[in-house]
Protein backbone atom coordinates (compact mmCIF):
# COMPACT_ATOMS: atom_id res chain seq x y z
CA UNK A 1 0.00 0.00 0.00
CA UNK A 2 2.61 2.45 0.98
CA UNK A 3 4.57 1.13 -1.76
CA UNK A 4 1.68 2.07 -4.12
CA UNK A 5 1.35 5.52 -2.79
CA UNK A 6 5.13 6.06 -3.74
CA UNK A 7 4.52 4.84 -6.87
CA UNK A 8 1.78 7.25 -7.29
CA UNK A 9 3.58 10.26 -6.30
CA UNK A 10 6.45 9.52 -8.66
CA UNK A 11 4.04 8.75 -11.69
CA UNK A 12 2.73 12.28 -10.72
CA UNK A 13 5.72 13.78 -10.30
CA UNK A 14 6.78 13.36 -13.97
CA UNK A 15 3.58 13.93 -15.21
CA UNK A 16 3.95 16.97 -13.89
CA UNK A 17 7.45 17.58 -15.05
CA UNK A 18 9.43 17.42 -12.01
CA UNK A 19 12.03 15.82 -13.62
CA UNK A 20 12.07 18.09 -16.58
CA UNK A 21 14.06 21.63 -17.53
CA UNK A 22 11.51 24.04 -18.01
CA UNK A 23 10.74 26.07 -21.32
CA UNK A 24 11.53 29.13 -19.63
CA UNK A 25 12.72 30.91 -16.11
CA UNK A 26 12.05 34.32 -14.76
CA UNK A 27 14.50 35.99 -11.91
CA UNK A 28 13.04 39.55 -10.37
CA UNK A 29 16.92 40.73 -8.72
CA UNK A 30 17.71 44.15 -7.44
CA UNK A 31 19.07 46.61 -9.99
CA UNK A 32 22.02 47.92 -9.46
CA UNK A 33 20.90 50.73 -7.68
CA UNK A 34 19.44 47.94 -5.29
CA UNK A 35 15.71 48.62 -5.52
CA UNK A 36 13.65 45.56 -6.76
CA UNK A 37 10.69 46.20 -9.12
CA UNK A 38 7.48 43.97 -10.09
CA UNK A 39 7.17 41.80 -13.04
CA UNK A 40 4.13 38.96 -13.61
CA UNK A 41 3.96 36.67 -15.75
CA UNK A 42 1.50 35.18 -17.91
CA UNK A 43 0.70 32.12 -20.52
CA UNK A 44 -2.67 30.33 -21.38
CA UNK A 45 -2.76 28.81 -17.89
CA UNK A 46 -1.99 31.44 -15.20
CA UNK A 47 -0.31 34.21 -14.35
CA UNK A 48 1.74 34.96 -11.21
CA UNK A 49 3.69 37.88 -9.99
CA UNK A 50 7.29 38.01 -8.52
CA UNK A 51 8.04 40.95 -6.22
CA UNK A 52 11.23 40.00 -3.88
CA UNK A 53 14.21 40.23 -4.64
CA UNK A 54 16.16 36.99 -6.20
CA UNK A 55 12.05 35.46 -6.37
CA UNK A 56 12.11 33.17 -9.49
CA UNK A 57 9.66 31.19 -11.38
CA UNK A 58 9.56 28.30 -13.98
CA UNK A 59 7.28 27.68 -16.85
CA UNK A 60 7.01 23.81 -17.92
CA UNK A 61 4.84 24.76 -21.15
CA UNK A 62 2.72 27.80 -22.28
CA UNK A 63 -0.75 26.03 -21.33
CA UNK A 64 0.49 24.89 -18.29
CA UNK A 65 0.54 26.59 -14.94
CA UNK A 66 3.91 27.95 -13.15
CA UNK A 67 5.34 25.89 -10.63
CA UNK A 68 5.42 27.76 -7.19
CA UNK A 69 7.63 30.71 -6.86
CA UNK A 70 10.50 30.49 -4.79
CA UNK A 71 13.78 32.16 -3.80
CA UNK A 72 17.07 31.48 -6.24
CA UNK A 73 20.64 31.63 -4.84
CA UNK A 74 23.49 34.18 -5.69
CA UNK A 75 25.35 31.16 -6.55
CA UNK A 76 21.91 29.93 -8.73
CA UNK A 77 22.21 32.94 -10.71
CA UNK A 78 25.75 33.50 -11.08
CA UNK A 79 25.75 29.89 -12.79
CA UNK A 80 22.94 30.59 -14.84
CA UNK A 81 23.59 34.38 -15.67
CA UNK A 82 27.07 35.13 -14.81
CA UNK A 83 28.15 35.38 -18.66
CA UNK A 84 25.55 38.05 -20.02
CA UNK A 85 25.40 39.67 -16.27
CA UNK A 86 29.17 40.84 -17.77
CA UNK A 87 28.12 42.21 -20.52
CA UNK A 88 25.69 44.83 -19.46
CA UNK A 89 26.57 47.87 -20.12
CA UNK A 90 26.66 51.10 -18.60
CA UNK A 91 23.54 53.04 -18.58
CA UNK A 92 23.85 56.33 -21.04
CA UNK A 93 24.61 59.50 -19.73
CA UNK A 94 23.16 62.22 -20.73
CA UNK A 95 25.34 65.95 -20.62
CA UNK A 96 23.76 69.59 -21.71
CA UNK A 97 26.01 72.49 -23.64
CA UNK A 98 24.55 75.70 -23.74
CA UNK A 99 24.45 78.66 -25.91
CA UNK A 100 24.43 82.56 -25.89
CA UNK A 101 21.56 83.86 -27.32
CA UNK A 102 20.85 83.58 -31.03
CA UNK A 103 24.32 82.01 -30.89
CA UNK A 104 25.98 78.55 -32.25
CA UNK A 105 29.31 79.06 -30.08
CA UNK A 106 29.07 77.15 -27.59
CA UNK A 107 28.99 79.04 -24.50
CA UNK A 108 32.25 79.52 -22.76
CA UNK A 109 30.94 78.61 -19.39
CA UNK A 110 29.85 74.93 -20.64
CA UNK A 111 33.76 73.98 -22.35
CA UNK A 112 34.19 72.37 -18.86
CA UNK A 113 31.31 70.37 -19.22
CA UNK A 114 32.30 69.25 -23.11
CA UNK A 115 35.28 68.05 -21.60
CA UNK A 116 32.95 65.54 -19.11
CA UNK A 117 31.22 64.33 -22.69
CA UNK A 118 34.90 63.90 -24.16
CA UNK A 119 36.09 61.83 -20.28
CA UNK A 120 32.60 59.67 -20.76
CA UNK A 121 32.79 58.70 -24.54
CA UNK A 122 36.72 58.18 -24.39
CA UNK A 123 36.59 55.80 -21.10
CA UNK A 124 33.35 54.05 -22.67
CA UNK A 125 34.48 54.15 -26.16
CA UNK A 126 31.62 54.82 -27.24
CA UNK A 127 30.23 54.59 -30.80
CA UNK A 128 26.91 56.11 -30.37
CA UNK A 129 26.36 59.57 -29.19
CA UNK A 130 22.67 61.52 -30.27
CA UNK A 131 23.31 64.90 -30.05
CA UNK A 132 19.64 67.13 -29.96
CA UNK A 133 20.06 70.37 -30.58
CA UNK A 134 17.20 73.32 -29.16
CA UNK A 135 16.71 76.76 -28.41
CA UNK A 136 14.48 79.43 -26.49
CA UNK A 137 11.67 81.42 -27.73
CA UNK A 138 13.79 84.35 -28.70
CA UNK A 139 13.09 85.04 -32.79
CA UNK A 140 10.91 83.34 -35.27
CA UNK A 141 10.58 79.47 -34.98
CA UNK A 142 11.67 78.91 -38.67
CA UNK A 143 15.34 80.52 -38.01
CA UNK A 144 14.81 78.54 -34.21
CA UNK A 145 14.61 75.32 -36.18
CA UNK A 146 17.69 76.28 -38.41
CA UNK A 147 19.78 77.16 -35.25
CA UNK A 148 19.07 74.08 -33.11
CA UNK A 149 20.50 72.33 -35.91
CA UNK A 150 23.58 75.12 -35.89
CA UNK A 151 24.34 74.45 -32.30
CA UNK A 152 24.02 70.46 -32.87
CA UNK A 153 26.90 70.50 -35.83
CA UNK A 154 29.13 73.14 -33.73
CA UNK A 155 29.02 70.27 -30.79
CA UNK A 156 29.54 67.67 -33.73
CA UNK A 157 32.72 69.63 -35.02
CA UNK A 158 34.08 70.11 -31.69
CA UNK A 159 34.08 66.26 -31.18
CA UNK A 160 35.20 65.29 -34.29
CA UNK A 161 38.15 67.83 -34.28
CA UNK A 162 39.09 65.78 -30.49
CA UNK A 163 39.02 62.59 -32.55
CA UNK A 164 35.94 61.22 -31.68
CA UNK A 165 34.00 59.58 -35.30
CA UNK A 166 31.30 61.65 -36.80
CA UNK A 167 29.98 58.13 -38.15
CA UNK A 168 29.44 57.22 -34.19
CA UNK A 169 27.09 60.58 -33.88
CA UNK A 170 23.32 61.25 -34.34
CA UNK A 171 22.07 65.05 -34.83
CA UNK A 172 18.78 65.65 -33.87
CA UNK A 173 17.19 69.38 -33.66
CA UNK A 174 14.01 70.42 -32.95
CA UNK A 175 14.14 74.11 -32.65
CA UNK A 176 12.06 76.05 -29.81
CA UNK A 177 9.17 72.95 -29.87
CA UNK A 178 11.38 70.82 -26.72
CA UNK A 179 11.90 73.59 -24.40
CA UNK A 180 13.31 72.14 -20.35
CA UNK A 181 11.64 75.42 -18.95
CA UNK A 182 8.38 76.37 -20.85
CA UNK A 183 8.00 80.39 -21.82
CA UNK A 184 6.52 83.26 -23.41
CA UNK A 185 7.38 83.47 -27.00
CA UNK A 186 10.05 85.51 -27.02
CA UNK A 187 11.45 85.26 -23.79
CA UNK A 188 14.58 84.40 -23.68
CA UNK A 189 15.55 81.29 -21.28
CA UNK A 190 19.25 80.19 -21.39
CA UNK A 191 18.35 77.11 -20.19
CA UNK A 192 16.52 76.22 -22.78
CA UNK A 193 19.25 77.58 -25.49
CA UNK A 194 21.14 73.80 -25.41
CA UNK A 195 22.24 70.56 -26.61
CA UNK A 196 21.40 67.76 -24.88
CA UNK A 197 24.73 65.37 -25.69
CA UNK A 198 24.00 61.45 -25.02
CA UNK A 199 26.69 59.04 -24.52
CA UNK A 200 25.76 55.63 -24.70
CA UNK B 1 -9.02 61.27 -71.81
CA UNK B 2 -7.07 58.21 -72.31
CA UNK B 3 -3.88 59.98 -71.48
CA UNK B 4 -5.54 61.16 -68.37
CA UNK B 5 -6.22 57.99 -67.31
CA UNK B 6 -2.97 56.54 -68.07
CA UNK B 7 -0.96 58.97 -66.39
CA UNK B 8 -3.01 58.66 -63.49
CA UNK B 9 -2.31 55.08 -63.15
CA UNK B 10 1.12 55.69 -63.55
CA UNK B 11 0.92 58.24 -60.88
CA UNK B 12 -0.76 56.07 -58.12
CA UNK B 13 1.25 53.11 -59.53
CA UNK B 14 4.68 55.50 -58.67
CA UNK B 15 3.26 56.44 -55.42
CA UNK B 16 2.41 53.04 -54.17
CA UNK B 17 5.71 51.88 -55.00
CA UNK B 18 7.57 54.47 -53.55
CA UNK B 19 5.52 54.42 -50.10
CA UNK B 20 6.06 50.83 -49.87
CA UNK B 21 9.68 51.16 -50.10
CA UNK B 22 9.71 53.63 -47.40
CA UNK B 23 7.50 52.13 -45.03
CA UNK B 24 10.55 48.78 -45.27
CA UNK B 25 13.25 51.50 -44.75
CA UNK B 26 11.58 52.68 -42.06
CA UNK B 27 11.86 50.53 -38.76
CA UNK B 28 11.71 52.04 -35.83
CA UNK B 29 15.54 52.81 -33.90
CA UNK B 30 15.54 50.64 -31.18
CA UNK B 31 18.82 51.53 -30.04
CA UNK B 32 22.78 50.08 -30.75
CA UNK B 33 24.99 47.41 -29.55
CA UNK B 34 27.03 48.62 -26.63
CA UNK B 35 29.45 45.76 -26.46
CA UNK B 36 30.53 41.96 -28.23
CA UNK B 37 32.27 39.09 -27.03
CA UNK B 38 33.05 36.28 -29.43
CA UNK B 39 30.77 35.76 -32.50
CA UNK B 40 27.33 37.77 -33.16
CA UNK B 41 24.97 37.17 -35.81
CA UNK B 42 22.38 40.22 -37.07
CA UNK B 43 19.46 38.93 -38.70
CA UNK B 44 17.22 42.15 -40.75
CA UNK B 45 14.71 40.35 -42.60
CA UNK B 46 16.09 37.97 -45.03
CA UNK B 47 19.33 39.43 -44.61
CA UNK B 48 22.66 38.66 -42.06
CA UNK B 49 23.90 42.07 -41.70
CA UNK B 50 27.64 43.20 -40.08
CA UNK B 51 27.41 43.53 -36.25
CA UNK B 52 29.93 45.13 -33.78
CA UNK B 53 30.12 47.86 -31.50
CA UNK B 54 27.93 50.89 -32.53
CA UNK B 55 25.74 48.97 -34.96
CA UNK B 56 22.41 50.38 -34.40
CA UNK B 57 19.63 47.86 -34.32
CA UNK B 58 15.63 48.59 -35.68
CA UNK B 59 12.75 47.01 -35.08
CA UNK B 60 12.52 43.70 -36.21
CA UNK B 61 16.23 42.51 -35.81
CA UNK B 62 16.97 39.39 -34.69
CA UNK B 63 20.44 38.91 -32.59
CA UNK B 64 21.89 35.59 -32.26
CA UNK B 65 25.05 34.51 -30.46
CA UNK B 66 27.03 31.77 -30.49
CA UNK B 67 28.13 28.57 -27.62
CA UNK B 68 31.54 31.63 -26.62
CA UNK B 69 29.63 34.63 -27.24
CA UNK B 70 27.69 37.42 -25.92
CA UNK B 71 26.49 40.60 -26.51
CA UNK B 72 25.48 43.91 -24.55
CA UNK B 73 22.87 46.73 -25.48
CA UNK B 74 21.51 49.79 -25.03
CA UNK B 75 17.90 50.75 -25.92
CA UNK B 76 16.75 54.40 -27.03
CA UNK B 77 14.38 54.35 -23.84
CA UNK B 78 17.91 53.66 -21.77
CA UNK B 79 17.19 50.07 -21.46
CA UNK B 80 19.96 48.43 -20.81
CA UNK B 81 20.21 44.48 -21.90
CA UNK B 82 22.82 41.67 -22.74
CA UNK B 83 22.80 38.43 -23.80
CA UNK B 84 24.75 34.79 -22.53
CA UNK B 85 25.91 32.12 -24.83
CA UNK B 86 23.95 30.37 -27.52
CA UNK B 87 20.92 33.04 -27.26
CA UNK B 88 18.77 34.76 -29.57
CA UNK B 89 16.45 37.78 -29.11
CA UNK B 90 14.00 39.77 -31.65
CA UNK B 91 13.51 43.19 -31.05
CA UNK B 92 9.41 42.97 -32.11
CA UNK B 93 8.37 45.88 -31.32
CA UNK B 94 9.50 49.43 -30.01
CA UNK B 95 7.69 52.75 -29.42
CA UNK B 96 9.29 55.56 -27.39
CA UNK B 97 7.50 58.59 -28.07
CA UNK B 98 7.12 60.40 -24.34
CA UNK B 99 5.76 63.81 -25.60
CA UNK B 100 3.12 61.91 -27.28
CA UNK B 101 2.19 59.25 -25.08
CA UNK B 102 3.09 56.47 -27.18
CA UNK B 103 5.06 53.71 -25.25
CA UNK B 104 5.58 50.15 -25.78
CA UNK B 105 8.46 47.14 -25.91
CA UNK B 106 8.21 43.85 -26.80
CA UNK B 107 11.10 41.81 -26.93
CA UNK B 108 11.31 38.01 -27.75
CA UNK B 109 13.78 35.41 -26.51
CA UNK B 110 13.88 32.27 -28.09
CA UNK B 111 16.40 30.72 -26.87
CA UNK B 112 19.76 31.50 -24.03
CA UNK B 113 19.87 34.01 -21.21
CA UNK B 114 19.23 37.31 -21.20
CA UNK B 115 19.71 40.18 -18.31
CA UNK B 116 16.84 43.24 -18.98
CA UNK B 117 17.24 46.48 -16.75
CA UNK B 118 14.67 48.78 -17.53
CA UNK B 119 14.51 52.22 -18.74
CA UNK B 120 11.67 55.01 -19.77
CA UNK B 121 9.10 53.00 -20.94
CA UNK B 122 8.33 50.63 -17.84
CA UNK B 123 8.64 53.80 -16.05
CA UNK B 124 6.72 55.90 -17.85
CA UNK B 125 4.22 52.99 -18.50
CA UNK B 126 4.54 50.52 -16.00
CA UNK B 127 3.30 46.93 -17.47
CA UNK B 128 4.10 48.01 -21.52
CA UNK B 129 7.53 46.63 -21.24
CA UNK B 130 7.32 42.93 -22.19
CA UNK B 131 9.78 40.40 -22.73
CA UNK B 132 8.13 36.89 -24.74
CA UNK B 133 9.43 33.42 -24.17
CA UNK B 134 8.32 30.04 -25.83
CA UNK B 135 6.46 29.27 -22.38
CA UNK B 136 5.07 32.54 -20.85
CA UNK B 137 5.09 37.23 -21.56
CA UNK B 138 6.61 38.81 -18.44
CA UNK B 139 5.87 42.61 -18.06
CA UNK B 140 7.79 44.42 -16.31
CA UNK B 141 7.19 47.02 -14.15
CA UNK B 142 10.30 48.52 -13.04
CA UNK B 143 13.91 47.24 -12.72
CA UNK B 144 15.99 44.12 -13.10
CA UNK B 145 14.43 40.61 -15.06
CA UNK B 146 16.69 37.73 -15.56
CA UNK B 147 15.39 35.12 -18.11
CA UNK B 148 16.73 31.98 -19.11
CA UNK B 149 15.12 29.36 -22.15
CA UNK B 150 16.85 26.40 -21.65
CA UNK B 151 17.70 24.27 -25.20
CA UNK B 152 15.29 22.23 -26.48
CA UNK B 153 16.49 18.95 -26.90
CA UNK B 154 16.22 19.04 -30.70
CA UNK B 155 18.66 22.32 -30.18
CA UNK B 156 20.87 20.52 -28.25
CA UNK B 157 21.32 17.79 -30.85
CA UNK B 158 21.32 20.53 -33.30
CA UNK B 159 24.43 22.32 -31.35
CA UNK B 160 26.26 18.68 -31.01
CA UNK B 161 26.04 17.98 -34.92
CA UNK B 162 27.61 21.57 -36.11
Known amino acids: MKCANVMVLILLCVAAGCAKTPRASFYLVPDPEGRVGEVTVTNQAASVTLNKANETVAAMRVDQAFKESRMATSEEIETKFGDALALVPPPPKGFNIYFHTDSSKVDADSLPMFEQVLAEVRQRDSHDISLNGHTDRTGEADWNMKLSLERANAVKVLLVEQGVSADYLTIEYYGESKPVIPTEDNVSEPKNRRVEVVVR | ?162
Open chain 2, 1 to 162: MRKHQLALILAITITAACSSSLAESQEELVGSIANVKGTIHLLRGQNEVAAGKGTRLYASDIIRTDAEAGVGVVLRDDTTLSLGPSSELKMSEFKFKPDEGILGMTLSIAKGTLVYISGQIAKLAPGSAQIETPAGVAAVRGTELLVEVPATKAEKQAEKAK
